[in-house]
């Protein structure tokens, strides 16, 4: 199977795209530093990229170059910057192979998931594509005489950008894209663990669609090495940093504290909630909830961590949940009907492997489980769990799922706030009017009434409340994130 895949590899990749570690000023160069870094196939252990990382002068060189190209862009018409950014999408569109089995291989995406961030990355590329006419000042009403009172709207300059390994292609394009079309240059630092589909593939995109030298440039590099200058360069005007809540802190802090104070996005971590009332309807509960769990093994922001069932239909949503989880194929990723593949590596294995330990050990009903084999651990049920259980208080980012059983809406809806997290959750009920009150009371930025936690579109506010982060992305919203407003008034 091994041999099988490397020929699949072959061929989808020589291609005229291999890597550098660094996309400078439209030159694609070596790191200073001349320290090893690899990006690896979760499933078979391939090395799939070898590169030289980026230090810290070679951070500052990526924005000066990211200023130094900005004010031209900015200049430029917004037919000018539509029509790259539309390059930009055709060119997705004729690459989508070789990006699917590049988001396949990197991170061990099973191929369901591979093509769902494809057309996420197409369809977040196009909706940037009208944001250059989008960018809208005001004329204020002004109680002095003779003077008119304006507000413009400018771009902020350059902006810096941190993604993850889970969803890398789509978490930097929800920036990069619209950061550019709104008329600011780009420093993106990707996981090194996702170097390829996280910032070197997406910058073959660009300098393939005719963006021009120093708007968008990609550094990969150790974080402890380059980390720091990234968040704190005086360059730097904004920082949109998206992963988990810990660092998410630390670098919020860091733009408050550091030698130029500068705004910050932070798209956190998460543990949503889906509920299901006692009017649900199961078998769509249950179904929901295997792809909002397992989808991408559940290492997304959004998963469905916490499943909260009313007692009344408790029994007969789990013996349907249950039935469908056995169900599941895990194992090899490029297949098309595997659901749970590979988890990132062997550290992600392991912290997987403690909180399954400690919700034993803390009383929770194992109703699934089973030995990992390489890095596919297959789907682990525990229900009863209740909220004094440490497992009920953190992130699972795996396929590892929590059962509560609540007495009622109210008892439910408490179980669904007590969490230091507020992304996405879920309702489920035949009552619209109920699922409504209920989503209202959720503490959370997103809730899907009748629907899987996981759920972004290119048109709609996506973003976190408590820990899980500041600020939201796409459309109108992620077009204020990324420009400032400028009071002038004339006399
Ligand atoms: P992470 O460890 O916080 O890393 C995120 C990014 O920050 C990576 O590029 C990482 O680089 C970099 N980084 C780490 N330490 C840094 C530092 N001191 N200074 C500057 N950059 C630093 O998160 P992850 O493990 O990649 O991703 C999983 C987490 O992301 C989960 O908690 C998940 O819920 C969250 N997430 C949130 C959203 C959302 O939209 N809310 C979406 C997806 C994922 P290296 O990896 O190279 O160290
Ligand atoms: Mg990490």
């Given at each position: 199977m091994k041999a099988e895949m490397r020929r699949e590899v072959t061929s989808t990749r020589p291609h005229p795209y291999s890597f550098d570690s660094l996309f400078i000023d439209g030159i694609w160069r070596r790191g200073r530093r001349g320290l090893a870094m690899k990006s690896k196939d979760p499933y078979t252990g391939e090395v799939l990229c070898e590169i030289v990382g980026g230090d810290r002068t070679d951070v500052d060189d990526a924005y000066e170059a990211a200023a130094k190209a900005q004010a031209k862009w900015a200049s430029m018409l917004p037919a000018q910057k539509a029509a790259i950014l539309q390059r930009v999408v055709t060119v997705i569109e004729a690459r989508k192979d070789e990006i699917v089995n590049w988001i396949i291989r990197e991170s061990g995406s099973t191929r369901i998931k591979a093509e769902a961030e494809w057309d996420a990355v197409r369809q977040h590329s196009l909706a940037a594509v009208s944001f250059p006419y989008r960018i809208e000042g005001k004329i204020l009403p002004c109680d002095v005489e003779g003077m008119e009172s304006?507000?413009?709207?400018?771009?902020?300059?350059?902006?810096?950008?941190?993604?993850?390994?889970?969803?890398?292609?789509?978490?930097?394009?929800r920036s990069v894209g619209p950061a550019l079309a709104v008329g600011n240059a780009v420093v993106l630092k990707p996981s090194a663990e996702t170097m390829v589909t996280g910032g070197l593939l997406l910058a073959k995109i660009y300098e393939e669609a005719g963006l021009p030298s120093g708007l968008l440039n990609v550094v990969v590099g150790s974080s402890s090495e380059i980390?720091?200058?990234?968040?704190?360069?005086?360059?730097?005007?904004?920082?949109?940093?998206t992963g988990s809540t810990s660092v998410g802190k630390h670098i919020g802090g860091r733009c408050a504290t550091g030698p130029n104070i500068k705004p910050v996005a932070l798209e956190l971590g998460g543990s949503s909630p889906m509920v299901v009332l006692d009017d649900a309807d199961l078998d769509e509960a249950a179904g929901a909830a295997v792809i909002g769990r397992f989808l991408h093994q559940g290492q997304i922001c959004m998963s469905t961590n916490r499943i909260i069932v009313d007692a009344k239909v408790y029994d007969a949503f789990l013996e349907r949940f249950v039935a469908g989880v056995k169900a599941i194929k895990c194992g090899d990723p490029s297949e098309p009907d595997t659901l749970i593949g590979p988890v990132l590596n062997r550290k992600q294995l392991d912290e997987l492997l403690s909180q399954i330990k400690a919700a034993r050990s803390e009383g929770a009903r194992e109703l699934l489980g089973g030995e990992p084999k390489g890095l596919v651990l297959p789907p682990h049920i525990f229900a009863n769990v209740t909220t004094d259980m440490s497992i009920a208080h953190q992130e699972v980012f795996g396929p590892v799922v929590t059962v509560f059983k609540a007495q009622g809406d109210e008892d439910a809806l408490r179980i669904a706030n007590d969490t230091e997290y507020g992304l996405s959750s879920s309702v489920f009920t035949r009552d619209e009017r109920r699922g409504v009150r209920f989503a209202l009371g959720v503490h959370a930025g997103m809730t899907h009434?009748?629907?899987?936690?996981?759920?972004?579109?290119?048109?709609?506010?996506?973003?976190?409340?408590?820990?899980?982060?500041?600020?939201?992305?796409?459309?109108?919203?992620?077009?204020?994130?990324f420009t400032r407003d400028h009071w002038i008034t004339v006399q």
């Open positions: 304006r507000v413009y709207r400018q771009p902020i300059g350059v902006i810096g950008v941190i993604s993850p390994w889970n969803f890398p292609m789509i978490l930097s394009t980390g720091e200058a990234f968040v704190t360069h005086p360059i730097a005007g904004f920082i949109s940093f009434i009748n629907n899987i936690t996981v759920m972004d579109f290119a048109n709609c506010p996506f973003g976190g409340e408590k820990n899980s982060g500041l600020g939201r992305f796409n459309s109108d919203w992620v077009i204020e994130e």
